[in-house]
């Protein structure tokens, strides 16, 4: 499903949290893994680096993430490293993109610790830019072994197509481990014109409605449940009554101990300028379980790939006669 999986590194200890969950997602989904760290260069009008002193740093990324790398052979994971120069969150873009990156890891907060703030710099960036799927681990997190564990596995569902994409991968990932699979609906209370106090007959209408929308989602999460009755993985539904979507879902993740959400990055509502809905934004600032936000690469990110792959089939051969 991912043609290739990025971890992004800084070098810090919250940075490499991301490894296990990278490996674990690559595992199910027979995926290759680049370990992938940027040396951060001086900005625009700063004084460059002295050479010798910018040569041995790079020496030293490089043995790192090859360290780290060999740390996982043997795991049925193909894992490489990668180290490039520049802006870490444009520098990743531009490589995530080059080299068909379908899915960027990421943590929330990394060398600098964890702040007030939702989400570091670079991780922001990402999540906002990054081409292709995003899988955000919190910092605060628990630290996993060398592959993450899910044994629940949580996939908000809101009716529409683009919500029920992310199931195939829901499902293979909670089928390599075991994993029980949550599909939770929110049913939200309708909204009416309020002058004043409302009638009995308004407050019964609102109660039909919905009455009537728990048994459409009922219908709806048993008929998704159906179709996942040959997938050997285990399947729990839940309506959700009341409240805003958002902080319904976010309080579950906390109720239920999710290890992992899965959601595409809009619903039913989607915005055509915002990076992601507002189900997959709240989550972003308020989760404390790994989110795997699914989009779909753009088609400029592929077509570039293409290029690239063309150009370099028309390079001459470098072998000698």
Sequence with gaps: MFDRIAACLDGSELGERVIPHAL??????????TLLRVLE????????PDPLEWDLRRRETRDYVSRLAGERDGMEVAVESEVIEGQAAEEICHWARDHGVGLTVVCTHGARGETEWPLASTARKLVEGAPGSVLLVPAAGPRQAHVARYRRILVPVDGSPRAESVIPLATRIAASQGAELLLAHVVPVPEVIETGP???????????LVRRNERVANEYLDRLRAQLAGSEVSVRTLVLRGGDARGRVARLIDDEAIDLVILSAHGRTARADASLGSVAAHLVAHAKAPLLIVRRRPAAAIRR??????EVARLPSQATP
């Design 41 to 48: 260069s001086k900005a625009s009008g700063e004084e460059p």
């Design 24 to 33: 674990a997602v690559a595992k199910a989904l027979g995926s290759p893994l």
């Design 305 to 310: 790939v293409a290029r690239t792959e063309r």
């Design 198 to 208: 409302l009638d009995s007959e308004t407050l019964d209408l609102r109660e039909r």
